[in-house]
Nanobody
Framework: QVQLEESGGGLVQAGDSLSLSCVASGPIFSRFALAWFRQAPGKEREFVAAINWAGGTTYSEDSAKGRFTISRNNRKNTVYLQMNSLKPDDTAVYSC?????????????????WGQGTQVTVSS
């Protein structure tokens, strides 16, 4: 069983930066592909960014590319999401997800393990 725990959310102003972290339990973290998704009130879950076991990354063209950076530290069993130039539209609950093997998928149904999420609120 893999457990994921996010941290780093909070209330910031537009234009600010925020760094999210997600720590995973389990001895095989390096074999996981990991992703960040977000869900705003009244909206569907949305893909943000993903990283495969080798460090290859995929970003949402609409929401993340150019502003967000996903990275991982296998020694710390942690995946990060650095978010810059935040906008009010980035307000959402951000959740990390993990799947064993495979690529950095944008499809939430491919991820077996999910964290509880951390709230990010960006004020204008």
């Amino acid at each position: 069983q893999v457990q994921l725990e996010e941290s780093g959310g909070g209330l910031v102003q537009a234009g600010d930066s925020l760094s999210l972290s997600c720590v995973a339990s389990g001895p095989i973290f390096s074999r996981f592909a990991l992703a960040w998704f977000r869900q705003a009130p009244g909206k569907e879950r949305e893909f943000v960014a993903a990283i495969n076991w080798a460090g290859g990354t995929t970003y949402s063209e609409d929401s993340a590319k150019g502003r967000f950076t996903i990275s991982r530290n296998n020694r710390k069993n942690t995946v990060y999401l650095q978010m810059n130039s935040l906008k009010p539209d980035d307000t959402a609950v951000y959740s990390c997800a993990a799947k064993l093997g495979g690529g950095a998928s944008m499809r939430p149904e491919e991820y077996r393990y999910w964290g509880q999420g951390t709230q990010v609120t960006v004020s204008s």
